[in-house]
């Protein structure tokens, strides 16, 4: 089991959250992102968070959007199970959940789609199958804001990140992803895009947030 997965379980569920908020604190201000994201979510949005795990990022989202709906979905067994109660009534879990399953499943399209610190995490060979997904979607609702939050590599933070998610979160396919590489992906994907950059780059670098659409 990789480090961070037996440190949960060693500690339980409240200690092992106050531990992740202080963790997560080094490598990203997650009101200062939040902030970032609120500014390219469109209002009273249906807003698709993939890839959503404890759910802590969403809870300050939640709390400066009080328009947003919101469904949030994970490959793995739990998603959401750190997001507050009080949102509960705006939160759906999909656990054990891909974005190519919700788009089979024929779901409602989003107004909006949330990739938080998703992308470094897909193997390279695995992110042109992912695109596709997303490029279904992006058809059905030619309207859909695309949402990317990731880590810009070459900073002593965004190493450190690196090594975190390689060796604490047990992911030995991670694959950082710069900005200019992150456009000219989505471009190949999905066609031409407009886009816009959010501040979080200059407010908490090496993190960077930039919305795409049609």
């Not at 974005?99 to 470094?120: E, K, N, R, S, W």
């Not at 596709?132 to 939050?149: F, G, M, S, T, Y």
């Not at 060796?167 to 456009?183: A, F, K, N, Q």
């Amino acid at each position: 089991m990789p480090l961070g997965p037996a440190i949960r379980r060693l500690l339980g569920p409240r200690q092992a959250r106050l531990l992740g908020r202080w963790y997560r604190a080094i490598f990203v201000d997650l009101a200062t992102e939040a902030a970032a994201l609120a500014t390219v979510i469109p209002r009273d949005a249906y807003l698709l968070d993939i890839g959503g795990g404890d759910g802590e990022p969403l809870n300050h989202l939640l709390a400066l959007r009080g328009d947003l709906r919101v469904t949030t979905l994970d490959p793995g067994p739990v998603v959401g199970q750190w997001i507050d109660g009080c949102y509960a009534g705006r939160v759906a879990r999909l656990p054990g959940t891909s974005l190519a399953d919700y788009v089979a499943a024929g779901q409602p399209a989003p107004d909006a789609i949330l990739i938080a610190d998703v992308m470094h995490h897909i193997p390279e060979s695995a992110r042109s199958a992912f695109l596709q997904d997303l490029r279904a979607l992006l058809e059905r609702a030619p309207q859909l804001r695309i949402i990317v939050k990731d880590v810009e590599p070459g900073s002593w933070r965004a190493r450190l990140g690196y090594w975190s998610d390689r060796y604490v979160t047990g992911d030995p396919d991670v694959s950082p992803i710069s900005r200019e590489r992150l456009v000219r992906l989505l471009e190949e994907a999905l066609g031409p895009l407009r886009k816009q950059h959010t501040n979080l780059f200059e407010a908490d670098s090496p993190n960077y947030a930039i919305a795409f659409f049609r």
